[in-house]
């Protein structure tokens, strides 16, 4: 009378269908970061900074010659609040420059494998200019 039984469970979990997750050793960037201008022109930032969950200020990875794509954290989860900057003096004009500063702040979630990494375009105004009193500047 068990014999029925014992051979009946096998098929019945026969059935069922696992899926599995196959993981792998390559490291993810938290966020993928491009600066650009407000015409969407790529700009290389003066810094470009991270914090994660309210902690230590970190550079992000510059991914080429200029910066202007970069990486903040490699599988790291948490708040991240990314910061970039463009100061640059006028040529011939020392005593204007162009300045602007963007922070935009997101959270990524830690999956199965890798964490969740996200894409975040930085606008930087490089035509915000800055001039200072010709008493300071001399």
């Known amino acids: 009378m068990r014999t029925p039984f014992l051979l009946l469970v096998p098929v019945l979990l026969w059935g069922c269908q696992v899926d599995e997750i196959a993981c792998d050793d390559s490291l993810m960037?938290?966020?993928?970061?491009?600066?650009?201008?407000?015409?969407?022109?790529?700009?290389?930032?003066?810094?470009?900074?991270?914090?994660v969950d309210g902690g230590e200020e970190q550079e992000a990875d510059c991914l080429n010659a200029d910066c202007s794509q970069a990486a903040a954290g490699w599988e790291v989860p948490g708040e991240f609040e990314i910061t970039g900057t463009v100061k640059e003096e006028l040529a011939?004009?020392?005593?204007?420059?162009?300045?602007?500063?963007?922070?935009?702040?997101?959270?990524?979630?830690?999956?199965?494998?890798?964490?969740?990494?996200?894409?975040l375009s930085l606008m930087l105004d490089i035509d915000q200019m800055i001039c200072a009193d010709t008493e300071e500047c001399g």
Request: aromatic letters at 6%; charged letters at 20%; one cysteine or more.
């Open 92 to 119: 011939g004009d020392p005593c204007c420059w162009y300045d602007d500063r963007v922070t935009e702040t997101l959270v990524i979630e830690q999956g199965e494998c890798h964490v969740d990494g996200q894409s």
């Open 29 to 51: 960037a938290s966020v993928s970061i491009s600066v650009t201008d407000l015409d969407g022109n790529p700009v290389s930032p003066t810094t470009l900074t991270y914090t």
